[in-house]
T-cell receptor, first 109, second 115 residues
Framework: GQSLEQPSEVTAVEGAIVQINCTYQTSGFYGLSWYQQHDGGAPTFLSYNGLDGLEETGRFSSFLSRSDSYGYLLLQELQMKDSASYFC??????????FGQGTELSVKP | DVKVTQSSRYLVKRTGEKVFLECVQDMDHENMFWYRQDPGLGLRLIYF???????EKGDIPEGYSVSREKKERFSLILESASTNQTSMYLC??????????????FGPGTRLTVL
């Protein structure tokens, strides 16, 4: 089958670095995206990896390794406003969208 | 900025009612999607459309239908609402012809309660 696995919850303190992993079981896909969703809000796009390696966008980076079947979102210099749900999204070559169940990040002072 | 709007933020309906959820995007995007989001299950695709009058079933189309008469508008219809359709419904759009999708632009969501 095709699935994406993420941890359900992660807790970190302000100023720290946190990594949210997304492991997948699928063959043949175009890329992996990450979205942020604050409670009650619309998901917003953070990052996309079409190729293996690291993509950096300010405090947020995303990484993909096709050989290891996983990707991750890295959040640096954590701020309280980063408390939100983060989910990964994979686009397979059949045109199917596969979502992770989301990781609830809590940033503590 | 791309703007995706949904007709209601909160909606309460009774079992058996016909329910219309509307989504409008203002960036001339070809592709539009309807999802539902439930705790612990993530987003699940109900239907999507890659052109006017075109529609394709997603992962959970049962109990739903859609309509896309104009490029900017994508409607989700619950023919006879049931309590298990109580959920958050999210609309999204992306540019480009059918193919791999990059950034999805989401609407604010409609929280539907069916009593």
């Amino acid at each position: 089958g095709q699935s994406l696995e993420q941890p359900s919850e992660v807790t970190a303190v302000e100023g720290a670095i946190v990594q949210i992993n997304c492991t997948y079981q699928t063959s043949g896909f175009y890329g992996l995206s990450w979205y942020q969703q604050h409670d009650g809000g619309a998901p917003t796009f953070l990052s996309y990896n079409g190729l293996d390696g690291l993509e950096e966008t300010g405090r947020f980076s995303s990484f993909l390794s096709r050989s290891d079947s996983y990707g991750y979102l890295l959040l640096q210099e954590l701020q309280m406003k980063d408390s939100a749900s983060y989910f990964c999204l994979l686009y397979n070559q059949g045109g199917k969208l596969i979502f992770g169940q989301g990781t609830e990040l809590s940033v503590k002072p | 900025d791309v703007k995706v709007t949904q007709s209601s933020r909160y909606l309460v309906k009774r079992t058996g009612e016909k329910v219309f959820l509307e989504c409008v995007q203002d960036m001339d995007h070809e592709n539009m999607f309807w999802y539902r989001q439930d705790p612990g299950l993530g987003l699940r695709l109900i239907y999507f459309s890659y052109d006017v009058k075109m529609k394709e079933k997603g992962d959970i189309p049962e109990g739903y239908s859609v309509s896309r008469e104009k490029k900017e508008r994508f409607s989700l219809i619950l023919e006879s609402a049931s309590t298990n359709q109580t959920s958050m419904y999210l609309c999204a759009s992306t540019p480009g012809r059918r193919g791999p999708y990059n950034e999805q632009f989401f609407g604010p969501g409609t929280r539907l309660t069916v009593l």
